[in-house]
């Protein structure tokens, strides 16, 4: 790659211009990536987090948790059956609570579940709850920054019901709240008419094949199932949030293709007198093209590391500020589409470097 | 026939097809031995290109033969006609074409790694013939930074650089003043008769033709040679 780097060196200024322009757009893309992830989980990472392949709800809900409701028949229906798959109900109640004592208010998701099921959160701080103790419940340790500690006593706005925080979890959210656990027995309280005795959910998680999965829906009545990805889309909110920044990545990808294809292909048409003086003193067209290649792969690699670690300093220095989430194999992909993305941005130079004739390079006083 | 650098039998070159196909090159023999260095000289249009072209591999001709040593090399593959250039024939362009990236010892140590040739022989190679062509002190700087004369010196120093059998020369003093363009070839067949290789230089200077040893003609694509050259 003899050409290739001296060329690099030589034209410095316009390869650094070039370079910044490729690591502004890559630390973008990243950087949306990462905000994109982030607010996913912060919108539904109960959801994301759930140890259940399908989501059984009410028919014509629309894959929305919060319009299914489920009649404790259904339930003993999805769980008698044959093949024991593992099922378990869940009811989801978006509300308002305060502190006790407090004026301040805070949106919160109540997930009423099964606490020795599947459903189960994972408890950072304290104690896990049991199924009979209706006072307890276990919040996402987002709600620690709000003041919350454990032993507080939160109130439900709207229907009076208190209750004591006995535990904190992670990860725990749904549609950008901060998703709180109760057994069913404190799910009771939250119900609009708590002297009416049948229980209400509004999702059974289940585990199976999608061949059992077909059969269960054909069996049962009034039900439909949705996988855990339709029922991140179904979250309010969710599906326009994330559209609108995969939209943003996309088009950032596709500017990257044509600001690298627009670049090297106006160098190429420079030098392509040069060209065809390598090609005529006997440079083989793979020779040019690995040149080129390699000037592309060279720029773009350095340019993506630069932004990799731009991307993960401003994620330190924003943390905790903005939602944002970016694993390393995330950052791995973007990294992998954005080499073949810049790589495509090269075809058009490739095309003319192999079409360039040697013996323009006779007869021609450039 | 072996001592001979490059043999044309009968090479014409036509262009385009049928009806509108155009005779460029009629019927062209001609018989380079090692040592000689030739001008060709001629109109513009006479087809001196196209001579340069066939006689360079760059162009397969339409009819004809021809030899390099003992290789026939009337039409190869295009890698391998890539091949022969680089390693058989060198080539010196009008105003020199350097590449403008590289500093004058790059330019000639590129003809060796094209070659597929490491190490510390072919910068040995180098450093010699920039001295030969003094040009040791100007060794690390790039073209743009030579004056005409330096950079048509690198020129022919890259063309030997991977001794080649045969030169060609595409009017190489079209940009320089005579008293340089005279230095130039000078060097250019110095260094054929002490290598005793060939040289071709297509030239409309005929001032310089005192320095060659066959001036040969080409008016609308026929070939004439003068054995003696003329002074004018």
Redesign the interface.
């Known amino acids: 790659m003899?050409?290739a780097l001296?060329?690099l060196?030589?034209?410095k200024l316009r390869y650094l211009l070039i370079g910044f322009i490729m690591v502004l757009i890559a630390w973008l893309v990243l950087f949306v990536t990462g905000l994109a992830q982030g607010l996913s989980s912060d919108n539904a990472s109960s959801i994301q987090n759930m140890k259940a392949d399908y989501l059984v709800l009410q028919e014509e809900s629309d894959h929305r948790i919060n319009r299914s409701v489920l009649t404790g028949e259904i339930w003993n229906e999805v769980q008698s059956r044959p093949g024991g798959n593992p099922a378990t109900p869940l009811g989801v109640h978006m509300n308002t609570l305060t502190k006790e004592g407090s004026a301040a208010k805070f949106d919160v998701a109540f997930f009423a579940i099964d606490v020795e099921s599947m459903l189960a959160p994972r408890v950072v701080e304290g104690t896990m709850i049991s199924n009979t103790d209706a006072d307890l419940v276990m919040a996402d340790r987002s709600l620690k920054e709000d003041g919350y500690r454990l032993g507080d006593r939160i109130v439900d706005q709207a229907t009076g019901a208190t209750f004591t925080i006995a535990a904190f979890t992670e990860g725990q959210s749904f549609s950008h709240a901060p998703v709180i656990h109760m057994n069913f027995e404190g799910w009771k309280a939250l119900q609009p008419n708590p002297a009416k005795p049948a229980p209400i959910y509004n999702a059974i998680a289940w585990n199976g094949t999608p061949e059992q999965k077909e059969a269960l829906v054909r069996d049962v009545s009034g039900i439909e199932m949705i996988t855990k990805e339709e029922a991140l889309q179904g979250i309010p909110g969710f599906q326009e949030e994330q559209g609108s920044l995969t939209m943003m990545i996309v088009f950032l990808f596709v500017i990257a293709a044509f600001v690298l294809a627009v670049f090297f292909y106006v160098m190429t048409i420079q030098k392509i007198?040069?060209f065809g003086?390598?090609?005529?003193?006997?440079?083989?067209t793979g020779?040019l093209v690995r040149s080129l290649i390699f000037q592309v792969l060279t720029l773009t690699i350095v340019s993506l590391a630069i932004s990799i670690g731009l991307t993960y300093g401003v994620s330190l220095l924003l943390s905790g500020i903005v939602p944002f989430s970016l694993t390393p194999s995330v950052v791995l992909l973007c990294s992998l589409l954005f080499l073949a993305v810049s790589l495509m941005g090269s075809l058009l130079s490739l095309y003319r470097v192999i079409k360039i004739d040697?013996?323009e390079?006779?007869?021609?006083?450039? | 026939m072996t001592s001979s650098k490059l043999l044309m039998d009968q090479v014409s070159k036509e262009f385009g097809d049928g009806e509108t196909s155009a005779k460029v090159l009629d019927n062209i023999s001609l018989d380079i031995k090692g040592g000689e260095f030739v001008a060709v000289v001629g109109p513009s249009g006479s087809g001196k290109s196209t001579f340069l072209s066939i006689a360079g591999a760059l162009l397969s001709p339409t009819r004809g033969r021809i030899w390099m040593g003992d290789q026939e090399v009337t039409r190869l593959p295009a890698k391998q006609m890539n091949q022969l250039r680089l390693r058989h024939i060198g080539f010196v362009f009008q105003s020199s074409n350097l590449i403008p990236y590289l500093t004058v010892r790059d330019q000639l140590l590129l003809m060796a790694k094209l070659a597929n040739q490491h190490g510390q022989e072919p910068q040995r190679r180098a450093d010699d013939l920039l001295h030969r062509l003094g040009l040791s002190h100007r060794k690390s700087r790039h073209p743009e930074s030579l004056s005409g004369g330096e950079r048509q010196r690198v020129a022919i120093a890259r063309a030997w650089m991977n001794d080649p059998e045969l030169i060609l020369a595409d009017e190489p003093t079209a940009s320089l003043d005579s008293e340089r363009g005279r230095t130039v070839v000078q060097m250019l067949a110095d260094e054929v008769k002490l290598r005793r290789k060939a040289a071709i230089m297509v030239t409309h200077d005929k001032r310089m033709l005192d320095l060659c040893d066959r001036v040969v003609y080409i008016e609308d694509g026929k070939l004439s040679e003068r054995t003696q050259p003329i002074v004018l």
Do not use: S
Not at chain 1, 277 to 284: C, T
């Open positions: 003899f050409l001296r060329e060196q030589h034209a007198n040069q003086v390598l090609k005529a003193i006997g440079a083989g020779y040697a013996i390079a006779i007869g021609r006083a450039a």
